[in-house]
């Protein structure tokens, strides 16, 4: 059985407004397939072709929804050799005012 992990928060990323004054219909069918689409990727092990092309998936879908995108790449050596890990940082609505932050791992752990 695979393991999903937090892509159901992913989801709720992916689908946020352009505007948080909006508030659209959930479409769970919509979600779901993003779902797939990110498990169709294989193991997302950071520092692999697969964990490249799902952080660029995932900002081609933010973009697609009007987000402003921020890579933040830092170097780590968890996995016992040094790899470089980036977070993706999607803005969407108003650069002031209230704000709502959603966090996810869109990578899969070796163990």
């Known amino acids: 059985m695979r393991r999903v992990g937090l892509l159901p928060l992913l989801c709720a990323a992916l689908l946020l407004p352009a505007s948080c004054a ?15 689409r ?4 294989g ?14 998936w995932i900002v081609s879908e933010c973009t697609r929804d ?9 170097p780590d050596s968890t996995l016992g050799h040094p790899v470089t890990l980036v977070n993706v940082i999607a803005h969407f609505g108003p650069t002031t005012g209230r704000r709502i932050a959603v966090c996810a791992h869109y990578d899969t752990r070796p163990w």
Not at 24 to 32: E, I, S
Not at 43 to 56: D, I, W
């Open 22 to 36: 909006s508030r659209p219909a959930v479409d769970g069918a919509r979600a779901l397939e993003r779902v797939k």
């Open 38 to 41: 990110q498990v169709a990727f």
């Open 43 to 56: 193991p997302r092990v950071s520092g692999t072709p697969a964990n490249a092309a799902a952080r660029e």
């Open 66 to 74: 009007g987000a402003r995108i921020e890579r933040q790449a830092f």
